[in-house]
């Protein structure tokens, strides 16, 4: 892991980003916002998963004047999603909004420039957000013709797109800093996972603003969960983001869940229990897919760094099982215990789950 990337302090109500702040997790609704009790319990649910700041898209106004009522009803710093038109902006700020996302591909100078000096005025920071579907035409026109121009400056499409996407972004903050606004956060989205890696490598030497991760449009559950880890774990891994946000055509609450597995796949998160399985093959003389699937769940809620070990022969199990705060080393009836590293007893097969758990809890208890 390479040491973190430095950059300024934002903070989005009372949610601190930057400055080397631990990396904030994001969700983001799917209900109608207009949609008031659907969104506050979306919201609620989004929460109780751990999202610490909350996106919701406002397509109109109407949308945008129902957000002081769900402002109300939930204390999670919420962000409006605006695209197009700036009066959307201007409206949810007067009811509150913490933090307000632009599209420069999509929202003329004129329009940023009035949501920027509203903001100044509020104390409400921007995300300039740069999507690779929705930048300007002029700037791949203009990398375009420059890639035709000169055969020895000659790049690929995803160098000329992460170009791109980095020139609106440095555009856009230009542009509010003549105007004294730096209250400003910056993402720069791209469907491809290498072209999303190459634009943030780029910019973050070039700014001093926080960084919001994520890879957009992923498509579904089974691919996005690939994409996601890669792109925003491997820029994580190079000290590279502030904020993250993970993509999926699916329940935004499994979001927040792969968000934190990601984030403790890479000891940035501390807070739950990690488990560690082995895949099985033919030595496994004992159900331990069943095992695991039921002790995941038992675990879901706990709040303790924990590492347990399910392993299912003697190869790697012991070592494994030893290494683990708790762990079972299974044998042909049942498994070996080991706690802290030690030996505490044999268990049977069916009674695996049930005694780590119990572990769990005890060391759980212990710990508060």
Avoid at 117 to 137: C, H, Q, W
Avoid at 200 to 217: E, F, M, N, R, W
Avoid at 327 to 342: P, S, Y
């Amino acid at each position: 892991m390479e040491r973190r990337r430095i950059s300024q302090e934002v903070k989005v109500g009372k949610v601190k980003i930057g400055a080397g702040a631990p990396i904030v997790v994001q969700g983001m609704t799917k209900t109608n916002t207009e949609d008031i009790l659907a969104t506050v319990g979306q919201i609620r649910e989004l929460t109780q998963a751990g999202a610490q700041i909350v996106r919701i898209a406002l397509p109109t106004i109407k949308a945008a004047k129902v957000l002081y009522r769900i402002k109300q009803e939930v204390e999670v710093p919420l962000v409006a999603d605006i695209h197009f038109n700036y009066r959307i902006a201007l409206a949810a700020m007067e009811q509150g909004v913490d933090k307000v996302r632009i599209n420069p591909g999509n929202m003329g100078e004129r329009g940023i420039l009035s949501v920027a000096n509203r903001a100044k005025d509020k104390g409400i920071p921007l995300r300039i957000g740069v999507n690779s579907g929705s930048l300007e035409k002029s700037l791949l026109d203009n990398n375009l013709a420059e890639r035709r121009v000169s055969r020895i400056k000659a790049q690929s499409h995803r160098q000329i797109m992460a170009d791109a996407m980095v020139e609106s972004a440095l555009r856009t903050t230009a542009l509010l800093e003549e105007e004294g606004f730096r209250d400003i956060v910056i993402s720069l989205k791209a469907a491809d996972v290498l072209t999303t890696i190459l634009a943030y490598q780029i910019i973050s030497d070039k700014t001093p603003y926080p960084l919001h991760l994520g890879v957009t449009a992923t498509g579904p559950c089974s691919q996005s969960i690939i994409k996601s880890s890669i792109g925003i774990g491997a820029l994580l891994a190079q000290g590279i983001g502030d904020t993250i946000r993970v993509s999926l055509t699916g329940s935004p609450l499994e979001e927040i869940k792969l968000g934190y597995e990601i984030l403790q796949s890479l000891d940035l998160f501390k807070e739950k229990p990690i488990l560690i399985s082995c895949p099985t093959c033919g030595r496994c003389k004992v159900d331990l897919e069943s095992i695991v699937h039921e002790v995941q769940l038992g675990i879901e809620k706990a709040k303790i760094p924990l590492i347990i070990a399910i392993m299912g022969c003697e190869v790697n199990g012991p070592g494994e099982a030893k290494q683990a705060d708790i762990g079972v080393a299974c044998t042909r009836k049942g498994g070996v215990l080991f706690k802290k590293g030690k030996i505490v007893g044999k268990v049977e097969e069916r009674d695996i789950a049930k005694v780590l758990l119990e572990e769990v809890e005890k060391l759980s208890t212990n710990s508060g």
